[in-house]
């Protein structure tokens, strides 16, 4: 069965510092990947997404990702983390079938050191 | 602006309840989709629309409904035979196959 596994359940950076949040999948084909990221209490907002083509991709509020189908990764990352991006982040995949339904990692809660 | 809709932000269901929660999109989107979130878990798919009146089952739906009677509703019953219905509910909607879904703010659904 397909599956999106993202080893870290929580990270802690100082603030400053790079970030780079791991995310592998299971899959066939190549998939559609997205990240989004959660506030507390709040719906998600999607970051950055891949479809095809250059396998790093930039997404909003400085994150970037890149697709590495040999290790069948798409890890999330940011040369210098501020204090609002501590959140949750989760890794999705799309399931290629008639709905395309995301299938998503267990999530990442990063936090921010001052 | 537009986006997605849920209300209300918090709810409390008393045993033997049904309960529904409300999800409205003005934009313009073909699908929509129930998630259910756990403390520390990812999202589990519950339901999933692609077009009005015609809605599928997801990977948890049991003790679920749901309707698509209108393109911009989507609006799903917890019903008494949820036993552990707390958790909080994200809907979302797409426009197509190559784009990504759009998520509502949440509804925290809790037992009294």
């Known amino acids: 069965a397909q599956s999106v596994t993202q080893p870290d359940i929580h990270i802690t950076v100082s603030e400053g510092a790079s970030l780079e949040l791991r995310c592998n999948y299971s899959y066939g084909a190549t998939p559609y990947l997205f990240w989004y990221v959660q506030s507390p209490g709040q719906g998600l907002q999607l970051l950055l997404k891949y479809f095809s083509g250059d396998t790093l991709v930039q997404g909003i509020k400085g994150f970037e990702a890149e697709f590495k189908r040999s290790q069948s990764s798409f890890n999330l990352r940011k040369p210098s983390v501020h204090w609002s991006d501590a959140a949750e982040y989760f890794c999705a995949v799309v399931l290629n079938n008639a709905g395309n339904m995301l299938t998503f990692g267990g999530g990442t809660r990063l936090m921010v050191k001052p | 602006d537009g986006g997605i809709t849920q209300s209300p932000k918090y709810l409390f269901r008393k045993e033997g309840q049904n309960v529904t929660l409300s999800c409205e999109q003005n934009l313009n989107h073909d699908a929509m989709y129930w998630y259910r979130q756990d403390p520390g878990q990812g999202l589990r798919l519950i339901y999933y629309?692609?077009?009005?009146?015609?809605?599928q089952k997801g990977d948890i739906a049991e003790g679920y409904s749901v309707s698509r009677e209108k393109k911009e509703s989507f609006p799903l019953t917890v019903t008494s035979a949820q036993k552990n219905p707390t958790a909080f509910y994200l809907c979302?909607?797409?426009?197509?196959?190559?784009?990504?879904?759009?998520f509502g703010d949440g509804t925290r659904l809790s037992i009294l």
């Open positions: 979302a909607s797409r426009i197509n196959s190559n784009q990504p879904q759009h």
């Open positions: 629309s692609q077009i009005v009146n015609d809605f």
